[in-house]
């Protein structure tokens, strides 16, 4: 099975603050994904990642940066926190040539 | 760009009985793929059904089937003997087909559907 982990469930960080979201898939993925999930607006793409070192903007790009240097870890930085990315994050990732994305549990993060 | 719309934002069922959930887009892509997700409470998002757009022939999968609609780009989900388990986040989601061989593109998400099964 395709396993997708996140590194916390729930996190709470001050405004300002820079806050790591980290993403690990165990099946060789190529692709990896970070979504933000908002009651009302559905999933909205941040970043993605076809390889290491390379990523592409999303939909919703500002306020966050991404890293990957190794092919099983994507992280998501927001390089200083604000109350309005209080957020569901999910990350997802999937084969190069296949249509399916695996998504990880999510973190529900909340800044105060 | 790509959107999707899922009209209807809450809807219950009894157990057993039939409900669909709305979903259409919109694209001028000749090649993609729609998709139905389930998100449990609490629990992680997991792929229902796919369809890709040049099949004519409805996708189905045990208790969940389509209606794809190619000319009206409507693609409903309908969950059959529905069950306790059913209830959750609903998604439709629409992916451009990446060249030839296909492959994975970002999604575009609807807004959902929070379906409620009914004892």
């Known amino acids: 099975d395709v396993k997708v982990t996140q590194s916390s469930r729930y996190l709470v960080k001050r405004t300002g603050e820079k806050v790591f979201l980290e993403c690990v898939q165990d099946?060789?993925?190529?692709?990896m994904f970070w979504y933000r999930q908002d009651p009302g607006l559905g999933l909205r793409l941040i970043y993605f990642?076809?390889?290491?070192?390379?990523?592409e903007k999303g939909d919703i790009p500002e306020g966050y940066s991404v890293s990957r240097e190794k092919k099983e870890r994507f992280s998501l930085i927001l390089e200083s926190a604000s109350t309005n990315q209080t957020s569901m994050y999910l990350c997802?990732?999937?084969?190069?040539?296949?249509?399916?994305?695996?998504f990880g549990p999510g973190t529900r993060l909340t800044v105060t | 760009a790509q959107t999707v719309t899922q009209s209807q934002p809450e809807m219950s069922v009894q157990e057993a009985e039939t409900v669909t959930l709305s979903c259409t887009y919109d694209t001028s892509e000749s090649n993609y793929y729609l998709f139905w997700y389930k998100q449990p409470p609490s629990r992680q998002m997991i792929l229902v059904i796919r369809q890709e757009a040049y099949k004519q022939q409805n996708a189905t999968e045990n208790r969940f089937s389509v209606n794809f609609q190619k000319a009206a780009k409507s693609f409903s989900l309908k969950i059959s003997d529905s069950q306790l388990g059913d209830t959750a986040m609903y998604f439709c989601?629409?992916?451009?087909?990446?060249?030839?061989?296909?492959?994975?593109?970002?999604?575009?998400f609807g807004k959902g559907t929070k379906l409620t099964v009914n004892p």
């Open positions: 990642s076809y390889d290491v070192k390379m990523k």
């Open positions: 099946m060789d993925h190529e692709n």
């Open positions: 997802a990732s999937s084969k190069e040539w296949s249509y399916e994305q695996y």
């Open positions: 989601a629409f992916m451009k087909r990446r060249g030839i061989q296909g492959g994975s593109e970002k999604l575009v």
